[in-house]
T-cell receptor
Framework: DSGVTQTPKHLITATGQRVTLRCSPRSGDLSVYWYQQSLDQGLQFLIQYYNGEERAKGNILERFSAQQFPDLHSELNLSSLELGDSALYFC?????????????FGPGTRLTVL | DAKTTQPNSMESNEEEPVHLPCNHSTISGTDYIHWYRQLPSQGPEYVIHGLTSNVNNRMASLAIAEDRKSSTLILHRATLRDAAVYYCILRDGVQGGSEKLVFGKGTKLTVNP
């Protein structure tokens, strides 16, 4: 158990819909990262927040957005869903912004878009 | 992002050592070498990281070549639980640099009983 929790574990929805994925980082961790894992693209970095502020952006679509709240939990919002958005979405957290620091990953949310 | 090259798959027998290679010929002086693994149906898990010197922890050892263009993750006695995809990742060590992890395809390790 990494200490990072993600809800829900599974999500099934239809094209065009909007969903919210939630992540609670390890106690004390200020940085939250979101990653997407699909069969064809592998694990890809989407976005990072540090203490409530966006810090880095990766291959995140404009239909996707995220935020980190004062209690440090984070939400990833996916809208106008397409079939290709079906994937595993992982959240990770780390203590702070350190060059060699490790990231702790949650168990993921499996999103299926029908 | 500097690239790494790993074999697609490797096979080992239980209780034998496993050496997982990684080439990173374009590594910069400030890049840390990180290893993560992903067990089936789980999120990635940190294994070990290093900069220049060899490193040991309870999970594995990391041997880094003198020129830093390659490294090897060593599992001293493989168990069935070590069957996973192992990712070798370079992370920029410059303060304020990117903290994202750039995952390649990794090496799928199969451990035979």
């Amino acid at each position: 158990d990494s200490g990072v929790t993600q809800t829900p574990k599974h999500l099934i929805t239809a094209t065009g819909q909007r969903v919210t994925l939630r992540c609670s980082p390890r106690s004390g961790d200020l940085s939250v990262y979101w990653y997407q894992q699909s069969l064809d693209q592998g694990l890809q970095f989407l976005i990072q927040y540090y203490n409530g502020e966006e810090r880095a952006k990766g291959n995140i679509l404009e239909r996707f957005s995220a935020q980190q709240f004062p209690d440090l939990h984070s939400e990833l919002n996916l809208s106008s869903l397409e079939l290709g958005d079906s994937a595993l979405y992982f959240c990770a957290s780390s203590v702070e912004v350190t060059p060699g620091g490790e990231q702790f990953f949650g168990p993921g949310t499996r999103l299926t878009v029908l | 992002d500097a690239k790494t090259t790993q074999p697609n798959s490797m096979e080992s027998n239980e209780e034998e050592p496993v050496h997982l290679p990684c080439n990173h010929s374009t590594i910069s002086g400030t890049d840390y070498i990180h290893w993560y693994r992903q067990l089936p149906s789980q999120g990635p898990e940190y294994v070990i990281h290093g900069l220049t010197s060899n490193v040991n922890n309870r999970m594995a050892s990391l041997a880094i070549a003198e020129d830093r263009k390659s490294s090897t993750l060593i599992l001293h006695r493989a168990t069935l639980r070590d069957a996973a995809v192992y990712y070798c990742i370079l992370r920029d060590g410059v303060q304020g640099g990117s903290e994202k992890l750039v995952f390649g395809k990794g090496t799928k390790l199969t451990v035979n009983p």
